[in-house]
């Protein structure tokens, strides 16, 4: 079985519908589900506490320290993070698992949005690709949770590029695996941003880091660009 670690923060409008969703695309039943919440203000607590056979865990805000805390309160040997507004294949968690029974320790799904724009669909067409650059939080991951002990888990000084930070070190010990299956996430920061900006600020976050810029210097950057 896995644990499926969800950080959330002001998620009342999709938490129902992506844990449904869960529900309805696994092949077994008694995976576990952790929602850890980063201090929502909104319903998101509640809707997740009614929920039957979710474990709500609260934490800091911040995506790196809330998949920690769940990978912390993990009670499976598989952890699975998952955006919140990511939506994974039919039988995700059989695939998964297929996965580690081969000896694959750590990997994700290849990723489309839900929205047609040739831009967007391009990116996703790059997600079958197994290398870095081409990889991002969005096609969630899965990872073995001594292997994710190993490296230390998240690094939360990073606010922003936590994802791609992890990744980078799994690359390192040649430990990453792309399933030829695809997970669907939401396009809605770029309906929100406008595409070409918030690909425009991605790119850019990625360049610096190649530079050496910080994690603060990251984040400040992105707060400037997207979060005034």
């Known amino acids: 079985m896995i644990s499926i670690i969800i950080p959330v923060l002001n998620e009342e409008t999709g938490i129902i519908r992506l844990l449904d969703h869960l529900k309805k695309n696994s092949s077994f039943t008694n995976n576990e589900i952790i929602v ?3 201090g929502s203000t909104d319903k ?15 934490s800091e805000k911040g995506r790196a320290k809330q998949m920690n805390t769940g990978a912390k309160n993990a009670k499976f040997d598989v952890l699975y993070f998952l955006h919140a507004d990511s939506f994974p294949p039919l039988n995700f968690d059989q695939s998964i698992l297929d996965q580690i029974n081969s000896g694959n320790k750590a990997g994700c799904f290849q990723m489309k949005f839900d929205m047609n724009h040739w831009w967007l669909n391009l990116m996703g067409w790059f997600t079958k690709f197994n290398h870095k650059a081409c990889r991002g939080g969005d096609q969630s991951l899965f990872i073995t949770k001594s292997l ?5 888990g998240y690094n939360e000084t990073f606010v922003v590029y936590e994802d791609n930070e992890f990744i980078g070190r799994l690359y390192k010990q040649n430990q990453f695996e792309v399933i030829p299956k695809l997970i669907t996430t939401s396009a809605r920061r770029y309906e929100e ?3 070409w900006k918030l690909q425009f600020c991605f790119a850019a976050i990625y360049v610096k880091r190649l530079r050496g810029a910080s994690p603060e210097e990251l984040n400040k950057y992105y707060k400037r660009r997207i979060n005034p």
Do not use: N, Q
């Open 148 to 152: 994710f002990k190993e490296l230390g």
């Open 36 to 38: 850890v919440d980063g």
């Open 193 to 195: 941003i406008g595409v």
């Open 44 to 58: 998101t607590p509640e809707l997740i506490k009614e929920y039957s056979g979710v474990f709500y865990v609260s």
